[in-house]
């Protein structure tokens, strides 16, 4: 049932649609940090939305019976990753603050959803070990980015513990992929056995 229900037509288009809008209003949420991001780093900037593009841009290609590997490793490790990071970022911002915004509860809601959907859609994803490889080279990268170079995304009340989410993010990182590798290639690997 579950099977028949994420390979409907009209369920992929309807998941289409929320995934671009999500996409789209990821991308604005982001516009003020963007708008004093340097030009270099303007791509590693707006990790969600961009976790969001990859998973969009393979259910456009998925609704036509098409695969495209790189961005489906790309959108696996990153959606858990980015759904997985701001669900605890949101809990650590409640946790510090006291309380937490009517966004910071959507915010929470749709990561985890962008987590979920990612790891269901593992058994149509066409991967190969190259693949992942790549999505994970991107994604460790993008760690540097945000906690070397400073880029990661602005929570104004958690910026006293930007090294302990640091660490946290690159084993969160290394998770996703790991993660990934279960659910695709290693998966693949003993049903062919």
Known sequence: ??????????????LFVINLFGTIYGYMWYGSQLAITPEIFLIFVPDSPTASLFFTVFLLFFIFGKNVPYIEALGIITLFKYGVWAVVMNILTLIVDGSLSPAGYMLM???????????????????????????????????????VF???????????????????????????ILIAYKFTISKNKSINA
């Open 1 to 14: 049932m579950v099977n028949y229900i994420l390979r409907d037509k009209r369920f992929l288009i309807l």
């Open 109 to 147: 809601l749709s990561h985890g959803a962008m987590a979920l959907q990612g790891l269901l859609y593992a058994p149509y994803y066409k991967l190969k070990l190259r693949h992942i490889v790549v999505a994970a080279i991107w994604t460790l990268h993008n760690d540097v980015i945000d906690y």
């Open 150 to 176: 400073e880029m990661m995304p602005i929570y104004s009340s958690l910026s006293n513990y930007m090294n302990e989410i640091g660490y946290f993010t690159f084993w969160l990182s290394i998770l996703s």
